[in-house]
């Protein structure tokens, strides 16, 4: 696998294997890779004859009180990663290749229909900064196809929403969550758990699949079945953000759809957790 830093070194490997007719699949990470980032790798192999993967820390994405000045950054140990998993280039570019006139006064792509829904609400902007470079970055690739893991599972609905929009020519994939032996999603923001917290964390996974079974034992009081399982995160120490059910589209309410999210958000100390899973009824 080769590494390469500048957008000219990546569109010239991308140019050779055009030549070739191969497809070219993608997948966009910021670093400090888990086992949930390789499964993407090992997705994008099945689609695809050349595997793309980027590591960038989007400073556009995190908020003034957010995390972006310790964000694990792990280069070396993520590009071993990525070789052993077939990758065939990664792209890690710095903030200054990717806003070379900088963030001030970007070009910025907006979805509105999440802005102020669950994460929307919670992390203003945020989905803005996603967007924009997950576009900046397909512009870069242009890919056939790019995969995202369900952990994020509203960021993968903001994608498909602006590849529809803007008639971007790209496969968007959704690639289940990769959890814990107890349940606990995958996240490179899980180092950040104390040891007494990461033994609780598995309330949180617990917590979605209260609400699934009560829902296939056939509850349909979905607000007050999300009220108690938030109550119960809170008691066990927990700040609850949101715990909701919606459709899967997280567009249409719960209560007309029979496929459907529960979706969560919560801060266990100074980590904050999300997570989700799918029912269907
Ligand atoms: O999911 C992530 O790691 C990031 O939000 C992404 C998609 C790489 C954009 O920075």
New binding site residues.
Partial sequence: MNTVHTVAELRATLAGWRRQGERIAFT???GNLHQGHLRLVEQARLRAARVVA?V???PL?FGPNEDFDRYPRTLAADADKLAAAGCDLLFAPSVAEMYPQGREGLTTITVPRHASLLEGAFRPGHFD??AT??NI?FNQVQPDVAL??EK?YQ?LQV?RQMVADLHLPIEIVGVATEREADGLAMS?RNQYLQPQERAQAALIHASLQAVAEALRAGRRDYEALCAEQAARLAQAGFRVQYLSLRASDLGAPASDARQLRVLVAAYLGNTRLIDNIAISL
């Fill in positions: 966009p990470t910021m980027s960038f820390v989007n994405q900064g996603v470079v997950v970055l995202f893991g994020d960021q994608i490179s």
